[in-house]
């Protein structure tokens, strides 16, 4: 089955830096990468995924990058402002078939001000 | 209400009582999912339903028993409970009953205290 290792678990950076997360997957069948973001006493949601047929995806000041062949993903974030802290999660999933998601354990992430 | 919602958000209680976990999803969703959110595990799955049919249950005590009456309506049994399945219990849905890749869409949770 498919295994998600994300890196690192916890990153602080500086209000106006970026900040990367990284993901790698096992099972080469994984095609749709998501990640979600959960603030503190609130439920994950969705901020962005990819799907295999792309390299990269842009919303705004988050990225999503996917390399298919060393089977791993970043999630960037540009000009980091202090609402952007919280943990992240990524997540890995064959497009089709009776496979749920796999999330990674989470990157907690501090900007300071 | 829309998305999905959880009652009770808080539960405290003893190893010997009975409880149970109730979420209900407005979205039209044919996917149901429980996980158990830890600092250890933080999205631990635990179920899956897919159509009202359980599809996945990975390796969860048998203290914990769901039941998925409608494809809306997903709720969690607990009985006899230790004090480490304290935590953040989180219900999910998602659009499509196959679990082809698409948004889970999750409700806030239930915190859950075992004394």
């Known amino acids: 089955g498919e295994n998600v290792e994300q890196h690192p678990s916890t990153l602080s950076v500086q209000e106006g830096d970026s900040a990367v997360i990284k993901c790698t997957y096992s099972d080469s069948a994984s095609n749709y990468f998501p990640w979600y973001k959960q603030e503190l006493g609130k439920r994950p949601q969705l901020i962005i995924d990819i799907r295999s047929n792309v390299g990269e995806k842009k919303d705004q000041r988050i990225a999503v990058t996917l390399n298919k062949t060393a089977k791993h993903f970043s999630l960037h974030i540009t000009e980091t402002q202090p609402e952007d802290s919280a943990v992240y999660f990524c997540a890995a999933s064959p497009n089709s078939g009776n496979t749920p998601l796999v999330f990674g354990k989470g990157t907690r992430l501090s900007v300071i001000a | 209400e829309t998305g999905v919602t959880q009652t009770p958000r808080h539960l405290v209680m003893g190893m010997t009582n009975k409880k149970s976990l109730k979420c209900e999803q407005h979205l039209g969703h044919n996917a149901m999912y429980w996980y158990k959110q830890s600092a250890k595990k933080p999205l631990e799955l635990m179920f899956v339903y897919s159509l009202e049919e359980r599809v996945e249950n990975n390796s969860v005590p048998s203290r914990f028993s769901p039941e998925c009456p409608n494809s809306s309506h997903l709720f969690l049994h607990l009985h006899t409970l230790q004090p480490e399945d304290s935590a953040l219990y989180l219900c999910?849905?998602?659009?499509?009953?196959?679990?082809?890749?698409?948004?889970?869409?999750f409700g806030p949770g239930t915190r859950l205290t075992v004394l």
């Open positions: 999910a849905s998602s659009q499509d009953p196959g679990l082809a890749a698409n948004e889970q869409f």
